[in-house]
T-cell receptor
């Protein structure tokens, strides 16, 4: 079956670093996406990995290991506005996104 | 990045009425559009996949006669919630996929059925 696992909730301190992990099992693989979703809003695209390794984009980085079915999103220099849900999604062989349940990130001052 | 619009942003209706939500890709052609529903504090739930010019493919448990989807052109898909009831109150989000298989989300429509 197809399955995406990520933690339900994480808490971090403003200015710190947090890593949100995601493991996936899908029928075929065409890439791993991370989206950010603030409460009451639609998801916004953060990153896309299809090759192994780390992709850095400002304060956010995303890592992929295809052999392990594993990805993480790394957020540095956390700001209060980073409080949101972070959704991991794997694209299967039909180019369909299989969604994780999301990780709610709480940033404390 | 590509832009997807949704209309209306929010709607309040009486139980038993029908509500139509539009999803448009503004600067690209979307051969495939997706309709999601999200209840408070829950993840996105895919309702159906809509391909231009053909019937939508509904996920298990989604009533196709209740949630009518029309994808008449490469830039427009509509979702009609027929005979809406309070339990249909939710956040409905569409997304459109471009030829590079990247998905872009609309801003969502909040439906409240009284």
């Amino acid at each position: 079956g197809q399955n995406i696992d990520q933690p339900t909730e994480m808490t971090a301190t403003e200015g710190a670093i947090v890593q949100i992990n995601c493991t996936y099992q899908t029928s075929g693989f065409n890439g791993l996406f991370w989206y950010q979703q603030h409460a009451g809003e639609a998801p916004t695209f953060l990153s896309y990995n299809v090759l192994d390794g780390l992709e850095e984009k400002g304060r956010f980085s995303s890592f992929l290991s295809r052999s392990k079915g594993y990805s993480y999103l790394l957020l540095k220099e956390l700001q209060m506005k980073d409080s949101a849900s972070y959704l991991c999604a794997s694209m299967d062989s039909n180019y369909q996104l299989i969604w994780g349940a999301g990780t709610k990130l709480i940033i404390k001052p | 990045g590509a832009v997807v619009s949704q209309h209306p942003s929010w709607v309040i209706c009486k139980s038993g009425t029908s509500v139509k939500i539009e999803c448009r890709s503004l600067d690209f052609q979307a051969t495939t559009m997706f309709w999601y529903r999200q209840f408070p504090k829950q993840s996105l739930m895919l309702m159906a996949t809509s391909n231009e010019g053909s019937k939508a493919t509904y996920e298990q448990g989604v009533e196709k006669d209740k949630f009518l989807i029309n994808h008449a052109s490469l830039t427009l898909s509509t979702l009609t919630v027929t005979s809406a009831h309070p339990e249909d109150s939710s956040f409905y989000i569409c997304s459109a996929r471009d030829r590079e298989h990247e998905q872009f989300f609309g801003p969502g429509t909040r439906l409240t059925v009284l």
